[in-house]
T-cell receptor, first 113, second 113 residues
């Protein structure tokens, strides 16, 4: 069975600093997609970044980047120059491209002014 | 933003009453999903649909039913609400392989007294 593990229930970062959120997954598939979603207090689920497994290059979106290690089945999210608006719950999500999406349990990020 | 709405956004009801939540999309995506979100569990799939009148169960489907009579609408029904169904419910859509990420509605907070 496919699983997604986020081992850090909560993390804190100083404003303007860099923080890395961890995610590991387990699958026997070779083709799949990974995502990070952000859920601020408004509850809205917002897609932060996506990574296709067949792409070796790590995805980046402005201040957000990932470290995708396919052999290690690791997919961490790095947030640079953290801002107060980055405070949220972050979910790591896996799909092999079918209807099934596997969610991690989330990491709550606090940003300290 | 993807055009996904959920109604109602908040509902308080009593144990034993029927409840229907509605999800409406304007994106013409084939797949639609209902999830529940509870602390410590991430998002768990209740039911999903892969086309009009085509639905299937997720991992936590007991006590829930769904219907999809039109591409744009996906209804979730609690036939007889219980306190254990107090949760936040999210609708999501996807259109693999063109859009492998899911787009989420704003969520519905349901309280069963």
């Amino acid at each position: 069975a496919q699983t997604v593990t986020q081992s850090q229930p909560e993390m804190s970062v100083q404003e303007a600093e860099t923080v890395t959120l961890s995610c590991t997954y387990d699958t026997s598939e070779s083709d799949y997609y990974l995502f990070w979603y952000k859920q601020p207090p408004s509850r809205q689920m917002i897609l932060v970044i996506r990574q296709e497994a067949y792409k070796q290059q790590n995805a980046t979106e402005n201040r957000f980047s990932v470290n995708f290690q396919k052999a290690a089945k690791s997919f961490s999210l790095k947030i640079s120059d953290s801002q107060l608006g980055d405070a949220a719950m972050y979910f790591c999500v896996f799909t092999s491209g079918t209807y099934k999406y596997i969610f991690g349990t989330g990491t709550r990020l606090k940003v300290l002014a | 933003d993807a055009g996904i709405t959920q109604s109602p956004r908040h509902k308080v009801t009593e144990t034993g009453t029927p409840v229907t939540l509605r999800c409406h999309q304007t994106e013409n995506h084939r797949y639609m999903y209902w999830y529940r979100q509870d602390p410590g569990h991430g998002l768990r799939l209740i039911h999903y649909s892969y086309g009009v009148k085509d639905t299937d169960k997720g991992e936590v489907s007991d006590g829930y039913s769904v219907s999809r009579s039109k591409t744009e609408d996906f209804l979730l029904t609690l036939e007889s609400a219980t306190s254990s169904q107090t949760s936040v419910y999210f609708c999501a859509i996807s259109e693999p392989p063109r859009y492998n990420e899911q787009f989420f509605g704003p969520g519905t907070r349901l309280t069963v007294l």
